[in-house]
């Protein structure tokens, strides 16, 4: 009896990380074009680059953040993970800035192809990619996200 | 007729736009954006804000804009709105297309920027997005102290300059300034009582020159943001301020203040303002608190209590004997609302909202505001929201 409760207990333990586990897979990569000096970027410089409140490199190259359309699986991942908002929420800020003249979001591509070619056509482009999906055939890199500066 | 064309042709240019700005891709120099609510609204008494016992559709805000990137530090930005609100004495003075805002933008760095044009005033929590339906809780914005064009300007001819401060992060300060010209629309209708004869005064004050400076703060607390501002302008003409008119020129100054705090599921915002006439002892008084409960994505409950006092109202002689005072003041508009949002997708909101509303804002009978008690009214609207 006491041998079912703990191997119970040790399976709801396991699965408990393993869920845990999947909800902070990012799910997602961060991709610059290859010409793009760029290795690592940390999670607030990205997130400020996706808010358009970092507009250059520091190569001095216009930043060109492209996003991906609003019901995918990754862009989710993305702002749950980077803006630490949901997508609705970013929506509502970029409402807020276009209407106020602030500025206008990024552009949103409709697959992760769409955002590959952005980025190789586009020297100041980053973007993101479901992890899964493959960058072979792109002038594409992807770059390491650190948690802290 | 000329006008209808004028409405329809808008309507028609507006509507060919939307779903069509993917033309105009975020990385083309232009990009075009607008915003529709329409409403349905109706009293179940006296007429307020131009809803009528009989009930009106002539009720909408409408706006497209264009903002045209010249490069990474200068763009220039215009919009253009149709507005509609029902009976409301105001309508004399809403053409059927309006510029809203125009101004050309120059970025001296990605945290310091100048505005030169037309602009709209960095005002509180929601001047700037003030009829952006998707992005406010109610129909319109609360008449104190946000006003509905009467005694509130919502723009600047003039410049702004603008700096984020962002050496405290996660803190950031913005600062606006703000100096030009702007204008006030008056409306008021008086009943004589000896004479019982009435008088419908419209007119448009001059504020100029005008001056304002607001600080606007994001805490580090999640959520909450705080903001302070104070405005300055000498007034002239209109219905009041005309020499040896009811106030006359003279100088006038406002200090406000905002509490915006945000959750996941729950908000709450709270704003005061307080107005002076310079060299009298008039002024106004002005707040509001709102807050709402988010169920979901979609459903949001709302509710608001929205006051304005009138301070220190002159009283004319003749009418001293009346109040046994030279002046008085007034609760002259308290308006509690709820409503309801449903928000089918971020673009599209649908809206239903009650209001109770007491004070001396009816327009469809003069009143005495300082012998006759506060006007009791209801109403209600129903509006939908879109915006891209």
Same mark, same amino acid.
């Given at each position: ?149 | ?64 804009? %264009? ?24 309508? &004399? ?19 310091? %920027? ?19 339906? &998707? ?7 609360? %008449? ?43 409306? %008021? ?200």
């Amino acid at each position: 009896m006491r041998r079912t409760l703990l191997t119970t207990l040790l399976f709801i333990l396991v699965m408990w990380n393993f869920a845990g586990s999947q909800t902070a897979s990012p799910g997602y990569k961060v991709i610059v074009n290859e010409e793009n000096p760029v290795s690592e970027i940390s999670v607030k410089e990205l997130s400020k680059i996706f808010l358009k409140r970092i507009r250059k490199w520091d190569n001095g190259e216009k930043i060109l953040p492209v996003d991906l359309e609003e019901s995918s699986p990754a862009r989710e991942s993305f702002s749950r993970e980077v803006h630490q908002k949901k997508v609705s929420a970013i929506k509502a800020y970029w409402q807020k800035q276009i209407f106020t003249g602030r500025g206008v979001p990024p552009p949103e591509k409709d697959s992760p192809r769409e955002v590959l070619q952005y980025i190789e056509e586009h020297e100041g482009a980053i973007g993101y990619i479901p992890e899964n999906v493959s960058i072979e055939n792109f002038k594409v890199k992807v770059i390491r996200v650190k948690a802290e500066d | 007729m000329k006008y209808r064309l004028t409405n329809f042709l808008f309507i028609l240019i507006f509507s060919a736009f939307i779903g069509t700005n993917t033309l105009f891709g975020q990385t083309s120099k232009l990009n075009i954006h607008g915003y529709l609510t329409q409403a349905y609204a109706f009293s179940d008494g006296h007429q307020l804000f131009g809803i009528s016992h009989e009930g009106t559709s002539d009720y909408r805000t409408l706006a497209i804009q %264009f903002r045209y990137d010249m490069d990474e530090q200068n763009n220039l930005i215009i919009q253009f709105s149709h507005e509609r609100t029902g009976k409301s004495p105001l309508m &004399v003075y809403q053409p059927d297309v309006a510029l809203d805002w125009g101004y050309f933008e120059h970025r001296f760095t990605d945290v310091f %920027f100048i505005k030169v044009g037309k602009i709209q005033l960095p005002y509180g929590i929601y001047n700037e997005i003030r009829d952006v339906g &998707v992005l406010i809780p109610f129909y319109r914005l609360p %008449f104190s102290p946000y006003g509905e064009g009467n005694y509130m300007s919502e723009t600047v001819d003039g410049f702004s300059l603008t700096y984020f401060w962002e050496k405290w992060e996660p803190s950031e300060i913005e600062i606006n300034f703000y100096a030009g010209h702007w204008q006030w629309k008056e409306w %008021f209708q008086f009943k004589n009582p000896f004479t019982g004869q009435t008088l419908l005064r419209t007119g448009i004050a001059e504020i100029q020159p005008a001056t304002g400076l607001q600080f606007r703060l994001n805490t580090p607390l999640e959520g909450l943001r705080l903001s302070f501002g104070a405005q300055y302008g000498k007034v002239s003409g209109g219905v009041t301020f005309t020499k040896g008119g009811w106030v006359g020129e003279c100088d006038i100054h406002d200090f406000y203040g905002s509490l915006d705090f945000e959750q996941n599921h729950f908000y709450f915002r709270a704003e005061g303002l307080q107005l002076w006439f310079h060299g009298t002892n008039i002024g106004a008084r002005a707040y509001y608190f709102q807050s709402g409960l988010k169920w979901n994505d979609k459903l949001s409950l709302n509710g608001q209590i929205d006051l304005l006092d009138a301070l220190n109202t002159p009283v004319s002689e003749e009418f001293q004997s009346l109040v046994g005072a030279p002046s008085v003041s007034l609760d002259y508009n308290n308006d509690y609302a709820i409503g309801i949002n449903y928000r089918l997708t971020p673009e599209l909101v649908l809206k239903a909202e009650t209001h109770w509303n007491s004070g001396y804002l009816i327009e469809d009978e003069p009143v005495i505001p300082i012998i006759q008690d506060p006007v009791k009214t209801r109403y209600h609207i129903f509006s939908i929201s879109t915006s891209f």
